[in-house]
Nanobody, 123 residues
């Protein structure tokens, strides 16, 4: 059906920057909300930031001012620019999209997730 492919993770020193990308492809009529989540071992997956199809953004408190979410609707891609990274930002980052697909019976929506990309910030 739909694939979300993430890229841009890696290792960076504290205070550095990384930019994550996530492209949705497949049977897509429209991509509605998109978001980034992150997860560390043994903990739940936490919201980092969201962006609607009309570019309204929302951030978790600890990320606001350091992280910026953006999207390219023409290419069904969402980005996360991460600046002033801290060791506590180390996690697997997951892309999320609310996908609308079309069939002969009409449209339907569902959630899609990327495979995750590791971000490691050293002190």
């Amino acid at each position: 059906q739909v694939q979300l492919v993430e890229s841009g993770g890696g290792w960076v020193q504290g205070g550095g920057s990384l930019r994550l990308s996530c492209a949705a492809s497949g049977s897509i009529f429209r991509v509605n909300d998109m978001a980034w989540y992150r997860q560390t071992p043994g903990k739940q997956r936490d919201l980092v930031a969201t962006i609607t199809s009309d570019y309204t953004t929302n951030y978790a408190d600890s990320m606001e001012g350091r992280f910026t979410i953006s999207r390219d609707n023409a290419n069904n891609t969402v980005y996360l620019q991460m600046n002033s990274l801290k060791p506590e930002d180390t996690a697997v980052y997951y892309c999320y999209a609310r996908i609308m697909s079309a069939s002969q019976w009409g449209t339907y929506e569902y959630n899609a997730w990327g495979q995750g990309t590791q971000v490691t910030v050293s002190s």
